[in-house]
Nanobody
């Protein structure tokens, strides 16, 4: 089992920044991918970004140039730095861990509103 604990969501004004964190613990493999999905009511869940063990990132087109994903392998933690936030970024953001298993965090609300 792998446990994921997220932090860093909240309310921010348009143009502002937030940083999400997701710490993994438990039976962690040496090679795994971590990432973030987001979902709003009535819309399909969207992959925001992910990052491999080797540090190779992948981003949704909607966040390229604004969001940066990173990870600290020593801490089994990933981060999502979100800059230039827009109201359409409002969603519940959930982190995930993937090797041959998939685990999910509990989700954290990000609200972008003036």
């Amino acid at each position: 089992q792998v446990q994921l604990v997220e932090s860093g969501g909240g309310l921010v004004q348009p143009g502002g920044s937030l940083r999400l964190s997701c710490a993994a613990s438990g039976s962690i493999s040496s090679i795994y991918t971590m990432g973030w999905y987001r979902q709003t009511p009535g819309k399909q869940r969207e992959l925001v970004a992910d990052i491999t063990s080797g540090g190779i990132p992948n981003y949704a087109d909607s966040v390229k140039g604004r969001f940066t994903i990173s990870r600290d392998n020593a801490k089994n933690t990933e981060y999502l730095q979100m800059n230039s936030l827009k109201p359409e970024d409002t969603a519940v953001y959930s982190c995930y861990y993937w090797d041959v298993r998939v685990y999910w965090g509990q989700g954290t609300q990000v609200t972008v509103s003036s």
